[in-house]
């Protein structure tokens, strides 16, 4: 426990120590990425189901934010009321993970990354051929978050405060779940979707039930996402930005929560700093070496490195004590 | 409160009729009657390939029937699936331990246990004092393993994984638990734990044990099946089918060969 008031007090100082690029491009938007990757991490790591639709279910709750409230496109924009909006884009998040969920559950492995890949590219294009609801090519720009007073919800402090309280209730949520009925339940189906069955669960159902769970986490995300970049467009739901979602969390690690968190921190600080490492032209092959080394040193990702170096300094530190062959010493070791 | 209840039309838990079941060409089950009393402790014996499991997973649901009707507790459960036959009380273990390798032994049998009782999608997080979990622990404790109740599933020997299993099937009041051999790749020690705890079961808990371990069979049923190419060869009391010449034939002879 003392480690996460630690860090939460860390986080919390964040922004008094940082400039606003670093607040704003940096921190919040790392920890919003880190959410929508933590969806994943629920699906993949508890669920053992790897979907690359969770940025199209983010993707969703944003365009739902655009068209459902105002944007300045003079597409759609029907105005209702900010809390209106946010509901409902998560709600419909959620119903769309659901659907998501009920065609991809019957399917394992590599068959359930085709099938959401293939919702993923579906979404993009649909979004990028409709004009009379998403405006295309260009899509819905102009979408402010609600403003309270003099508080304005896009100024770099406030939308960091807003990214950490998202970030922090849903890893505590999924922190918590893992030793829930339902959790417990989850990993079971992970570990042996048949002997589940036979013991009385409904294991497509929980499934679906999983999927949509991680809808409300995608989609939360995506409503302050789309906050964050004020529009949204096919653009931000493409087939890269979904797989640099995987990226995210397998960099990290999928075992536990925090590593979610860990990925999009490590992404978003290459994304902005890997140009100026190297000439504009070989950045990305920056970000691709590192990643291939991270994922090759620790298939666990850096949960997993953290891991390993925790051993270590384990395994070495009682060797200094072993000269004196104290007794009690050698006894507390065991 | 002096209500006389009518005499049970059915005495039996089980009642397999004409039950067959055929893999393309390959008839693994043919056509087999066979009737189980309620507490009745049942060996099924028989060489690899006598259709020994498979007639467990017809039982069970897990494979359907090609032909035959099934009756659990005198209800037709023919068509019925595997999770509603466990709700109704019939439990299986599996001949390769069938556990979730990265939760803990508690986790396990907890999870066995919620299965039967329901709310199944509770969000909530267990408690150590919640109904369920102590009827998990004690499960545990009737296979020994209260030692290793926190321990990852994944860690456990091949042995305590075997028990865990058998914990596994007694969660929620079983009537009928079905040992697809329990004692495979048990050591000697091993064994004779399983037999004492197998004979140790509360007595209303009835079960079918498939074992290749004649001693083990013997010692724990109070009636023998033997079974051969998808039919019971033979019926009979331990003692009968111990000294029964056609069947120690195929035992001794072609059966291992």
């Known amino acids: ?334 | 409160m002096n209500q006389v209840l009518p005499p049970n039309p059915n005495p039996n838990i089980l009642d397999l009729s004409g039950v067959g079941r055929q893999f393309g060409a390959l008839v693994a089950v043919a056509g087999i009657d066979l009737h189980i009393k309620r507490q009745e402790r049942r060996a099924m014996l028989g060489s690899n390939g006598a259709g020994k499991t498979t007639l467990f997973n017809l039982m069970t649901g897990d494979i359907p029937v090609s032909q035959g009707t099934i009756h659990f507790k005198g209800a037709d459960v023919t068509v019925l699936k595997p999770q509603d036959r466990v709700r109704r009380g019939l439990r299986r273990t599996y001949q390769i331990s069938q556990l979730f390798g990265l939760l803990s032994v508690r986790e396990n049998v907890y999870l066995a246990a919620r299965g039967i009782a329901g709310n199944r999608f509770s969000l909530i997080r267990t408690q150590a004092k919640d109904a369920l979990m102590q009827e998990a622990e004690n499960c545990i404790s009737a296979v020994h393993l209260d030692d290793a109740i926190e321990t990852e599933v994944g860690n456990l020997s091949h042995g305590q994984q075997r028990q865990l299993e058998i914990a596994m099937a007694l969660v929620g009041k079983p009537e009928l638990i079905l040992f697809d051999e329990p004692a495979a790749g048990l050591s000697p020690t091993e064994r004779r734990d399983l037999v004492r705890l197998l004979k140790g079961l509360p007595q209303e808990i009835g079960f079918i044990i498939i074992e290749h371990d004649m001693d083990v069979a013997l010692q724990v049923a109070d009636l023998v099946s033997v079974m051969h190419d998808g039919r019971i060869f033979k019926e009979g009391t331990p003692d009968e089918i111990e000294n029964d010449d056609a069947v120690q034939a195929l035992y001794l002879g072609d059966g291992h060969g």
């Open chain 1, 1 to 334: 426990m003392g480690k996460y008031i630690v860090l939460a007090a860390l986080l919390l100082a964040y922004p008094t120590f940082v400039g606003d690029f670093f607040t704003f491009q940096i921190g919040a938007y790392a920890l919003l990425l880190g959410t929508v990757a933590l969806s994943l991490q629920v699906l993949g790591g508890y669920g053992g189901m790897v979907s690359l639709s969770q940025l199209t279910v983010a993707g969703i709750a944003g365009y739902t934010v655009a068209i459902l409230g105002d944007n300045t496109t003079n597409v759609m924009g029907l105005g209702w009321p900010w809390w209106c909006v946010v509901t409902a884009a998560i709600a419909i998040a959620a119903i769309a993970a659901s659907l998501i969920g009920a065609i991809s559950v019957r399917t394992e492995g590599i068959y359930t990354i085709m099938i959401t890949l293939a919702i993923a590219v579906s979404f993009f294009y649909f979004v990028r051929q409709n004009y009379p609801v998403f405006n295309g090519f260009t899509g819905l720009a102009g979408v402010e978050p609600p403003r309270f007073g003099a508080l304005y919800l896009r100024d770099p402090a406030p939308f960091y405060y807003l990214s950490l309280a998202i970030a922090a209730v849903f890893f505590w949520a999924v922190r918590y779940e893992r030793h829930a009925t339902f959790g417990l339940a989850l990993q079971a189906i992970r570990d042996n979707p048949r002997r589940m069955a036979a013991l009385g669960y409904n294991v497509p159902l929980h499934r679906v039930a999983a999927h949509a769970l991680a809808g409300v986490i995608a989609g939360t995300a995506g409503v302050a996402l789309v906050w964050f970049n004020g529009r949204i467009s096919p653009g931000t739901v493409g087939v890269d930005v979904a797989i640099d979602i995987l990226i995210i969390a397998v960099i990290g690690g999928m075992r536990h929560p925090i590593g979610p968190f860990i990925g999009a921190l490590v992404f978003v600080l290459l994304e902005n700093f890997a140009i100026d490492l190297i000439d504009r032209e070989r950045f990305n092959t920056v970000i691709g070496l590192c990643f291939l080394a991270i994922v090759f040193l620790s298939p666990d990702g850096l949960l997993g490195l953290f891991d390993k170096a925790r051993q270590a300094v384990r395994a070495d530190t009682p060797k200094p004590q072993e000269p004196r062959k104290h007794p009690d010493k050698l006894h507390h070791n065991r």
